[in-house]
């Protein structure tokens, strides 16, 4: 692209932003990509990531791609930088309307900035239209996904390198807040971008305080967090592992703390109700939610003072990006994991289900090799006796060697050399799976500072707390007094409630 000096750089984010200085990192990572470097940026949740390139996309000379991992964290930046005076920003996504979709991409060429989903970056039409453009800068934000997501869940993250060749390679910028060496290679190798440049920066965070409690069950659990929500006037997300809990905590904690607006939030949900949750959220309309991972990501509210783990993740990356969502104005927040023995077998249970054993493998490869052709994926899943991410992963990996394309199986002879290569990958993936979760449990168990252990595969040193480092070092919530809200408004009925969550972004005058 073209050179900035720092001047310029500020000069324009004032112009843009109405921002007067830059945050540590941003100006650094501006700087190389508009140098025409490829970049790896590293830098702590709540930083400012996404100013790193809608900075840059607001320059002449070509537009900027930004693969979004969520529909939600889509939708919220292309409203904000409307706000902002930004215009020219759009978000691709399979929520639109066919009749829209055709309006936006005819007038693809228009825009500066476009948000777009992995998934949509595989179909012809889109590419086709990228290739009559000039695209100046790649984005990949919330790049960890290419690891933690790829390889099963959505393996389209696995596709972006190919992407990036048929769009004439421009400059990319991946951007992650947490991200061990092992997952800042994985990054690198699947964008096949070896010589990325790193601006790598310390992710801790000073103002959170960590607590871990063992319990011994699901009744002390509630009765912590009733606790907690009746003594704490504050925004509070409670994060599980099972979408049904989600909805049966949030119920019990809706009975018993009736003067909060809690609401539970999954990825079974309608996506309208998930954003109508996340916008009332947003807007202090809702005080609690009880979500699944699929909750927060992208998430700027900056005053969010706790973060529950009713669940503990399969894995340190994932809590520290769940934790970040808290404090993000530097004062006094905590993240609380609630743990019992008993919780082990979930995330076990997790791990199985998500790939294939050797057995199934070799039982779905001779089904499919009996099939010219795909039936719908439904009926394809009954028949082969697959869950939906075991397939993808599994239709990933035959396309990768070459037995499948465009649901058409070829019977190669190659099957057997393919089936014993993805068999390989499946017990290196489910070790390092194995691996990940011990490293959490080990750090849930951990008797001495909890904060030095939490940063210990990411950085050599950690900041000094603000605050209360942890429970292993003293903290107690009697001790705990943070920045409340005011509590100056009357407990919501239910109905009232209902109708928020359905009606978001009308009338606020039941709320108030």
Known sequence: MFEMTIHMLKQQLWKQFKIESFRPGQAEIISSVLAGDDVLGILPTGSGKSLCYQLPATLPGGVTIVVSPLISLMEDQVKQLKAAGIKNVVGLNSFMNPLEKRRVLQDLHQYQLIYVSPELLQQNEIIH???????????????????????EFRPDYLRLGEVLRSIGDPVVMALSATATPEVQND?????????????????????????????????????????????????????????????????????????????????????????????????????????????????????????????????????????????????SSVSLLLYSPADKAIPNSIIENELPGEEKLRTVAGKLQQLPELPPTEELLHMLELNEIQWRFLHYQLEWHGLMKN??????????????????????????????????????????????????????????????????????????????????????????????????????????
């Not at 310390?202 to 871990?212: E, G």
Request: proline share 3%; charged share 25%.
């Open 129 to 151: 239209r990228l290739q009559q453009m000039q695209v100046k800068l790649f984005v990949v934000d919330e790049a960890h996904c290419i690891s933690q997501w790829g390889h």
């Open 187 to 331: 990054i690198v190798r699947s964008l096949g971008r070896p010589e990325m440049t790193k601006h790598i920066y310390p992710m801790d965070r000073d103002n959170i305080t960590f607590t871990v409690k063992e319990v011994t069950g699901e009744r002390e659990k509630r009765e912590i967090i009733k606790s907690l929500l009746k003594r704490y006037q504050i925004p509070v997300l409670i994060y599980f592992s099972s979408k049904r809990k989600t909805e049966e905590v949030a119920a019990y904690l809706s009975d018993h703390v009736p003067s909060k607006r809690i609401a539970f939030y999954h990825g079974d949900m309608d996506q309208m109700d998930r954003i109508a949750i996340q916008q009332q959220f947003m807007n202090s309309q809702i005080d609690v939610i009880c979500c699944t991972s699929a909750f927060g990501m992208g998430i700027n509210k900056h005053n969010i003072r706790l973060i529950v783990h009713y669940h503990f993740p399969l894995q340190i990356e994932s809590f520290i990006q769940e934790i970040g969502r808290a404090g993000r104005d530097g004062k």
């Open 407 to 512: 649901n058409q199986v070829y019977n190669q002879d190659h099957w057997e050399q393919a089936l014993q290569k993805i068999g390989s990958l499946i017990s290196r993936r489910s070790a390092l799976k194995n691996r990940k979760l011990q490293e959490m449990i080990h750090w849930i168990q951990e008797e001495n500072c909890l904060r030095k252990k939490l940063y210990k595969g990411f950085q050599e040193t950690f900041k000094p707390p603000i605050y209360a480092c942890c429970s292993n070092c003293g903290f107690s919530f009697k001790d705990w007094e943070p920045e409340q809200i005011r509590k100056d408004r009357p407990a919501l009925s239910w109905e009232v409630k209902l109708k928020n969550i359905f009606f978001a972004g009308e009338s606020h005058a039941n709320t108030e």
